[in-house]
T-cell receptor
Framework: KNEVEQSPQNLTAQEGEFITINCSYS?????LHWLQQHPGGGIVSLFM???GKKKHGRLIATINIQEKHSSLHITASHPRDSAVYIC????????????FGTGTRLKVLA | NAGVTQTPKFRVLKTGQSMTLLCAQD?????MYWYRQDPGMGLRLIHY???????AKGEVPDGYNVSRLKKQNFLLGLESAAPSQTSVYFC????????????FGPGTRLLVL
């Protein structure tokens, strides 16, 4: 079982829909990151969370430390949101380690 | 302000050849990382550096070497390339490690025949 799991793996939505991507992890963490990987391959950091909720534009990220779960929400989705969204955690145990999920591939149709 | 840059963008090697991937950052970051990304797997850390002159092994270091002679540069070397090293390589940097945002380069696509 992977230490960081994302769901769904693939997601197709119509423009304007509300989208939720989930991330569950099984290790102790000091921070959780949401990243966006564009179709061209570039990776951009969207959020870093250690508790609560953060909002940036149409993107909202939440984390529940007790349940070891985070969600990334996209409101009023747009075709330009089409990308792979990656969850990554900074584990607190063992040697330095960032653990990445395998990503959720999102396609938003016009 | 270019952020994190990587050269080359794409390379084809034959088995046994060597090459060096260069990562450069202009943000004065202390920490730098090399990752590989393979289909169906999350990014995996190859090596990292917490400052000029320091390097450390990550999750998948075998077959790679690194050097950080200057703070702004982090080099990843393949001494004898193998087909299993076909991958997309990403460099990243951050101010510190514990909870800081990582800034990624555009990636290098490597094909080993």
């Amino acid at each position: 079982k992977n230490e960081v799991e994302q769901s769904p793996q693939n997601l197709t939505a119509q423009e304007g829909e509300f989208i939720t991507i989930n991330c569950s992890y099984s290790v102790g963490i000091s921070a959780l990151h949401w990243l966006q990987q564009h179709p061209g391959g570039g990776i951009v950091s969207l959020f870093m969370l250690s508790s609560g909720k953060k909002k940036h534009g149409r993107l909202i990220a939440t984390i529940n430390i007790q349940e070891k779960h985070s969600s990334l929400h996209i409101t009023a989705s747009h075709p330009r949101d089409s990308a792979v969204y990656i969850c990554a955690v900074r584990a607190t145990t063992g040697t330095y380690k960032y653990i990445f999920g395998t990503g959720t591939r999102l396609k938003v149709l016009a | 302000n270019a952020g994190v840059t990587q050269t080359p963008k794409f390379r084809v090697l034959k088995t046994g050849q060597s090459m060096t991937l260069l990562c450069a950052q202009d943000m004065n970051h202390e920490y730098m990382y090399w990752y590989r990304q393979d289909p169906g797997m999350g990014l995996r850390l190859i090596h990292y550096s917490v400052g000029e002159g320091t390097t450390a092994k990550g999750e998948v270091p075998d077959g790679y070497n690194v050097s950080r002679l200057k703070k702004q540069n982090f080099l990843l070397g393949l001494e004898s390339a193998a087909p299993s090293q076909t991958s997309v390589y990403f460099c990243a940097s951050s101010r510190s490690t514990l909870r800081e945002t990582q800034y990624f380069g555009p990636g290098t696509r490597l094909l080993v025949l």
